[in-house]
C-alpha cells in the first residue's frame, strides 16, 4: 500500500525554520515527504534540527532575512542542492516595542518592525517567485502573518502597522503572480506559544517570571473556541495545507486561525491581561 504524503517530492525554503512554527513545520514538511531548506540566522538551532531530521532530507543555510544578497544566496543554495524550489514559507517576524500610542511610537523601532516583517517578507516572495517563474514551476509562497493583520489592540501598534501591510503585499503578490500559476496565501494565527511571544513579555513588558504554563492558561482563557489550546502544530498544519495540492484553488486568501478570537468584542492584549492579574494577585495580597 502506497502511504499518501501531501508534499512528496517537494522542495521547501521555511526562512525562520529552526524554532517556533518554523521548527513545527519543518517537522511536519518532512514526515510528508518535503525536502526542506531551513534558513535562519540562529546556526546552531538550524544544525541541531538537520541532525534530528537528517542531512538527506534537510539542509541549513544562515540567512538574514533583511538583507538581499542573503536572500539571493539562499535561493541560489538551495537550487544548486535540490534543482528547484516549489515552496516557500515566510515566516521570520519581530514583535518590536510594547508602544500603544501612536504619539509615543519610537521610529527606530518602527524601521526595525518593518524591516522584518515587511521588507525581509517582500524580499522572500521577490526571488522566490522569480526562480518560480524562471523554471515555470507553479510554485506556493506562504507567509505567516497574525490576527493582528486584521485587528488591532492585541499586539503592540507598530506589530499591527507592519502586519496590516503584509496582508496587502500578499494580496498584491497573489494578483501579480497569478498568470504564472503561483499561489500566495497568508496564515494568521492568534497568541501561540513560541519562543518570540515569550521572551517579548518577559524582557519587555517585565514579566520576567511568566513561566510557558502561565501563557498558556492566559491565552487559553481569552479562546472563544473552548477545549483546545493554539499550539505550532496547529499553525504548521494549516500551512501544509495551504502547501499541498489540497489547495490548488486557494490563493489570495488569509487563513485566520484563531479560535473565533477576531469575531469577538474587543478584549485586551495579553500584556493587560497579564497586569490586570498581577493587580488582582497583590490587592488580595494586601
Given at each position: 500500500?502506497?502511504?499518501?504524503?501531501?508534499?512528496?517530492?517537494?522542495?521547501?525554503?521555511?526562512?525562520?525554520?529552526?524554532?517556533?512554527?518554523?521548527?513545527?513545520?519543518?517537522?511536519?514538511?518532512?514526515?510528508n515527504?518535503?525536502?526542506?531548506?531551513?534558513?535562519?540566522?540562529?546556526?546552531?538551532?538550524?544544525?541541531?534540527?538537520?541532525?534530528?531530521?537528517?542531512?538527506h532530507?534537510v539542509?541549513?543555510?544562515?540567512?538574514?532575512v533583511?538583507?538581499e544578497?542573503?536572500?539571493?544566496?539562499?535561493?541560489?543554495?538551495?537550487?544548486?542542492?535540490?534543482?528547484k524550489?516549489?515552496i516557500?514559507?515566510?515566516n521570520?517576524?519581530?514583535?518590536?516595542?510594547?508602544?500603544?500610542?501612536?504619539?509615543?511610537?519610537?521610529?527606530v523601532?518602527?524601521?526595525d518592525?518593518?524591516?522584518?516583517?515587511v521588507?525581509?517578507m517582500?524580499?522572500?516572495?521577490?526571488?522566490?517567485s522569480?526562480?518560480?517563474?524562471?523554471?515555470?514551476?507553479?510554485?506556493?509562497?506562504?507567509?505567516?502573518?497574525s490576527?493582528a493583520?486584521?485587528?488591532?489592540?492585541?499586539?503592540?501598534?507598530?506589530?499591527?502597522?507592519?502586519?496590516?501591510?503584509?496582508?496587502?503585499?500578499?494580496?498584491?503578490?497573489?494578483?501579480?503572480?497569478?498568470?504564472?500559476g503561483i499561489?500566495?496565501?497568508?496564515?494568521?494565527?492568534?497568541?501561540?506559544?513560541t519562543?518570540?511571544?515569550?521572551k517579548?513579555?518577559?524582557?519587555?513588558?517585565?514579566?520576567?517570571?511568566?513561566?510557558?504554563?502561565?501563557?498558556?492558561?492566559?491565552n487559553?482563557?481569552?479562546?472563544?473556541?473552548?477545549?483546545?489550546?493554539?499550539?505550532?502544530?496547529?499553525?504548521a498544519?494549516?500551512?501544509?495545507?495551504?502547501?499541498?495540492?489540497?489547495?490548488?484553488?486557494?490563493?489570495?486568501?488569509?487563513l485566520?486561525?484563531?479560535?473565533?478570537?477576531?469575531i469577538?468584542?474587543?478584549?485586551?492584549?495579553?500584556?493587560t491581561?497579564?497586569?490586570?492579574?498581577?493587580?488582582?494577585?497583590?490587592?488580595?495580597?494586601?
Open positions: 500500500m502506497h502511504i499518501y504524503f501531501r508534499l512528496e517530492g517537494k522542495v521547501a525554503i521555511i526562512t525562520g525554520g529552526a524554532s517556533g512554527i518554523g521548527a513545527a513545520t519543518t517537522n511536519l514538511f518532512v514526515e515527504g518535503a525536502l526542506v531548506i531551513i534558513a535562519d540566522i540562529d546556526d546552531e538551532l538550524g544544525t541541531n534540527l538537520v541532525q534530528t531530521l537528517g542531512s532530507i539542509s541549513y543555510k544562515h540567512c538574514d533583511t538583507i544578497t542573503d536572500m539571493e544566496a539562499l535561493i541560489a543554495f538551495t537550487l544548486a542542492k535540490w534543482g524550489l516549489d516557500m514559507i515566510s521570520v517576524g519581530v514583535l518590536g516595542k510594547d508602544a500603544s500610542e501612536i504619539m509615543n511610537v519610537d521610529m523601532n518602527f524601521h518592525v518593518m524591516s522584518v516583517n521588507y525581509g517582500t524580499l522572500a516572495i521577490k526571488h522566490a522569480k526562480a518560480m517563474i524562471e523554471a515555470r514551476t507553479k510554485g506556493v509562497i506562504i507567509c505567516t502573518n490576527i493583520s486584521i485587528i488591532a489592540g492585541k499586539a503592540p501598534l507598530v506589530y499591527t502597522v507592519s502586519k496590516h501591510a503584509l496582508l496587502g503585499l500578499m494580496r498584491a503578490s497573489a494578483l501579480c503572480l497569478g498568470k504564472y499561489r500566495v496565501n497568508c496564515v494568521s494565527p492568534s497568541g501561540v506559544l519562543p518570540l511571544p515569550l517579548f513579555l518577559r524582557e519587555v513588558n517585565g514579566f520576567t517570571s511568566l513561566s510557558e504554563h502561565e501563557f498558556q492558561d492566559l487559553d482563557s481569552k479562546n472563544v473556541l473552548i477545549g483546545h489550546s493554539l499550539s505550532t502544530l496547529d499553525v498544519q494549516s500551512i501544509l495545507y495551504l502547501a499541498s495540492n489540497d489547495a490548488s484553488f486557494v490563493s489570495g486568501h488569509n485566520v486561525i484563531d479560535g473565533g478570537l477576531s469577538t468584542c474587543s478584549q485586551p492584549s495579553l500584556a491581561t497579564i497586569r490586570i492579574c498581577e493587580i488582582e494577585r497583590d490587592e488580595l495580597a494586601n
